[in-house]
């Protein structure tokens, strides 16, 4: 039975569709949508910020009070983030993004504490108007003259209820056909980190640093972060056999000395236990740094592993699996995408562009390869690569839609945000693509691809002094296509009157033979 809505388009309606007078205790529906607004913005299990507890209660109000027709971006950017008059909602997409992540965040709710809710709160994609919804009945007594072939029926019904909830199991673990609706990413299980000392706070220390690494990972959304125990699992000669089995572990132990601990932290893969990278890390005790030095530990970590060109991508690209299914050609095309870019060759531009179309028309709410998808759309207009006959040309507008695409299906997707700012920088719209830059950064500075490509955009937009820290940070940090980065440091260099450092830069760029890179 589908759901009564009690709101038509505004004014408010009740079931009936007739026009309620809004405001007051006098309206029953209209309390009713309130009290259900408050049950919701005060529940310690409703996973939204504050800020979205704000925007939530601001637009149901709106229409509440019969100002529907209000609720736009311009009003809400204003009234509920603190916006200037001067708002822009084509350059900053503060309140599209935050939508995004309210509806998620409803959807959450009413799935888990809020499935018995009778009204249903929802924003429908494309609008900032809320929709509320009634849930049905419980369905009144079957007659006695048809619960006879009800009765008969009902063991069918039952059948294909459990057939079709079963779908979604078979489509994940059938072979062959339609295997998949997600990609073959990779699964790092983080274990626990063991406390050799086992004294005083280390057991503290352990805990909290094994948990701040976890949640510094998981802002790289093309790993999946998996909290565990390998040895409570099966054992390495089938881990790994299937796309949902974590293909790699993070382990690491904890040893306290005097006024300093020290992590000692490992990366194994799990088909033969093989240790495919190994770093320790030392942190000063002092309870004023002690919160400072666990983050600072916990990012370096989450850099090295998941950053493109990192440890995870590097095992992965080494990787040739035989006869390889659709899920994993899937991901190993933005794995072929970094290899391309890694040397901006216009010979591998065609196929990794075609694999990715192939991609998004496989798997067509994978995010990462519609970014990627667009940033080869904005590289093929740039570099003026041949345009190959068995393809339609590449465009900035189809670059913009990709990664609007991208940003659509995953708002915090670090590549579909980074594909935005460079699409719109491309299109000629510079403050709007390094407010998504700036957007993009605040969420995960761990991404050094992200960082130095703002901060080059940063630098050609005239702030030379941030934007070429960042891309010295990158260049740093990042072990990936150098040349990239050089080429923005040799301008940095130059426009700061190092005239010898420049020629450096510039010399090393030449000798990786990359074209030139705006």
Same mark, same amino acid.
């Given at each position: ?10 004014? !408010? ?73 001067? !708002? ?40 900032? +108007? ?42 994940? #673990? &059938? ?25 005083? #706070? ?26 565990? $125990? ?16 974590? &293909? *790699? +572990? ?58 493109? *060109? ?67 759309? +904005?590289?093929?207009?740039? !570099? ?22 991208? +940003?659509?299906? $995953? ?51 005239? #702030?030379?002094? &941030? ?17 990239? *980065? ?11 009157? $190092? ?13 990786? &033979? ?5």
């Amino acid at each position: 039975m589908r759901e009564r809505s009690i709101m038509g388009s505004p004014p !408010f309606t009740s079931a009936m569709g007739t026009p309620l007078e809004m405001g007051g205790s006098a309206n029953p529906e209209a309390e009713s949508v309130r009290a259900q607004l408050y049950r919701i913005v005060k529940s310690p299990d409703f996973d939204a910020t504050e800020r979205s507890r704000k925007f939530l209660t601001y637009i149901v109000e709106e229409v509440i009070a019969g100002r529907a027709d209000r609720i736009k971006a311009y009003a809400i950017a204003v009234e509920v983030f603190g916006r200037d008059e001067s !708002f822009d909602a084509h350059s900053d997409p503060v309140v599209r993004i935050e939508a995004g992540h309210l509806r998620r965040a409803l959807n959450l709710y009413y799935v888990t504490v809020g499935v018995s809710d009778e009204i249903v709160i929802s924003i429908p994609k494309g609008s900032y +108007v809320p929709k509320f919804d009634v849930r049905p009945v419980p369905t009144p007594p079957v007659p006695v003259a048809r619960r006879a072939r009800w009765q008969r029926a009902f063991p069918f019904a039952i059948a294909c209820l459990m057939a079709l909830a079963m779908l979604p199991w078979l489509a994940v #673990n &059938r072979g062959g056909g339609e295997r998949l609706q997600t990609p073959a990413l990779p699964r790092l299980l983080v274990r626990h980190f063991d406390d050799l000392t086992n004294a005083g #706070n280390s057991q503290a220390i352990a805990r909290g640093l094994t948990q701040e690494i976890i949640g510094q990972i998981a802002k790289f959304k093309d790993i999946v972060t998996v909290e565990g $125990d390998p040895r409570d699992e099966k054992g390495a000669s089938t881990a790994g056999s299937s796309t949902s089995d974590p &293909r *790699y +572990v993070l382990a690491g132990d904890i040893n306290v000395i005097d006024n300093e601990f020290r992590l000692r932290a490992r990366v194994l893969n799990r088909v033969d236990n093989s240790v495919i990278w190994a770093s320790s890390y030392t942190g000063d005790l002092q309870p004023s740094k002690l919160i400072a030095t666990v983050t600072d530990i916990a990012r370096q970590v989450a850099t090295s592993l998941g950053q493109p *060109y990192g440890v995870i991508y590097r095992a992965d690209a080494s990787q040739r699996p035989q006869s390889a299914p659709d899920d994993w050609q899937a991901y190993a095309c933005t794995l072929a995408y970094y290899a391309y870019r890694a040397s901006l060759d216009g010979k591998k531009h065609p196929s990794v562009r075609k694999c990715l179309e192939d991609a998004v028309r496989r798997f067509p709410n994978y995010a990462t390869a519609w970014a990627l998808l667009s940033q080869a759309y +904005v590289d093929e207009i740039r !570099f003026r690569y041949p345009i190959d006959p068995s393809s339609s040309p590449a465009s900035i507008d189809r670059a913009l839609d990709a990664a609007r695409r991208a +940003v659509e299906l $995953d708002s915090e997707n670090i590549r579909a945000l980074q594909a935005q700012m460079f699409a719109l920088y491309f299109h000629g719209e510079a403050d709007a693509a390094l407010k998504i830059g700036e957007q993009a950064l605040s969420l995960n500075p761990n991404d050094t691809e992200l960082v130095g490509e703002y901060g080059y955009r940063l630098a050609l937009a005239g #702030n030379w002094e &941030r934007g070429c820290a960042l891309m010295s940070e990158a260049r740093k940090r990042n072990p990936g296509p150098l040349a990239y *980065y050089e080429s923005g440091l040799a301008l940095c260099s130059y426009f700061k009157g $190092d005239l010898r450092e420049a020629a450096m830069w510039i010399t090393r760029r030449r000798r990786r &033979r990359t074209p030139t890179i705006i």
